[in-house]
C-alpha cells in the first residue's frame, strides 16, 4: 500500500519568514495530494490540494509543487503569520483498485510562527 | 449545509464498556471514513465506505471495532469491549466522488473525543 514521509516533525520561524514541509509518498499510481491544517483542538481542514497533472498551485500565500518522477511534493508558506501556526499533515491518494478513494496521511508536521 | 455531523462530542468510559461513535456524513457524499488520531500514531484510517458498502477495512485494529452504515446519511462506528488503548479523537469525514474516479477533499468533522478508564 501506499506510504507518505513527512519531514520536518516540527518547524519553528520568524513571523514573515517562509515554511516548508515536504512529503514523499512510495505509490506511483497516486495522483491527488491535498494539505490539511489542524489547529490545536480542532478538526483537520484542507487548505490546497494538487493533482498529478499539474507540476505547481498557489492559492495567495501557499503553494504547493510536485515532482512524480522523484514522487515528493512540498507546501510552501510565505510571509508566515502567528496564526499559521497549527499541524499541517500531507497525504497521498490513489484513482485506482481497492485504494480508490483513500488517503494515506503523512505523520503531521508541527508549525510554530513567532512574533 | 451543516457540514459532518459526528455524536458524542466527549465519552468517557470505563474499561469493558461499549462504546458507539455515530456520523452524519454531508449530505449527497458517495465516500464515508473513519479515522482515529492519536501523538503516537498519527492519523490513521479505519474503514471507509463507498454508497453504504464498506470498501477497505484493513485499519480496524481488531475484531473489538466494527463500522457499519445502514443508510446515506449515518454511520456507526462501535467498540466493544472497550479498551484504555483506544483512547483517541476518531474522526469522521465524507467526500463525493460519484464517477469522476478522481479522489476528492474529504470534509472532516468535529471528531469525537474517547477516554477508556
Known amino acids: 500500500g501506499e506510504n507518505v514521509e513527512q519531514h520536518p516533525s516540527t518547524l519553528s520561524v520568524q513571523e514573515g519568514d517562509s515554511a516548508v514541509i515536504k512529503c514523499t509518498y512510495s505509490?506511483?499510481?497516486?495522483?491527488?495530494f491535498p494539505w490539511y491544517k489542524q489547529e490545536l483542538g480542532k478538526r483537520p481542514q484542507l487548505i490546497i490540494d494538487i493533482r498529478s497533472n499539474v507540476g505547481e498551485k498557489k492559492d495567495q500565500r501557499i503553494a504547493v509543487t510536485l515532482n512524480k518522477t522523484a514522487k515528493h511534493f512540498s507546501l510552501h508558506i510565505t510571509e508566515t503569520q502567528p496564526e499559521d501556526s497549527a499541524v499541517y499533515f500531507c497525504a497521498a491518494s490513489s484513482a485506482g483498485g481497492t485504494s480508490y478513494g483513500k488517503l494515506t496521511f503523512g505523520q503531521g508536521t508541527i508549525l510554530t510562527v513567532h512574533p | 449545509d451543516a457540514g459532518v455531523i459526528q455524536s458524542p462530542r466527549h465519552e468517557v468510559t470505563e474499561m469493558g464498556q461499549e462504546v458507539t461513535l455515530r456520523c452524519k456524513p454531508i449530505s449527497g457524499h458517495d465516500y464515508l471514513f473513519w479515522y482515529r488520531q492519536t501523538m503516537m500514531r498519527g492519523l490513521e484510517l479505519l474503514i471507509y465506505f463507498n454508497n453504504n458498502v464498506p470498501i477497505d477495512d484493513s485499519g480496524m485494529p481488531e475484531d473489538r471495532f466494527s463500522a457499519k452504515m445502514p443508510n446515506a446519511s449515518f454511520s456507526t462506528l462501535k467498540i466493544q469491549p472497550s479498551e484504555p488503548r483506544d483512547s483517541a479523537v476518531y474522526f469522521c469525514a465524507s467526500s463525493f466522488q460519484f464517477r469522476s474516479r478522481k479522489a476528492d477533499t474529504q470534509y472532516f468533522g468535529p471528531g469525537t473525543r474517547l477516554t477508556v478508564l
Open positions: 505509490d506511483s499510481a497516486s495522483n491527488y
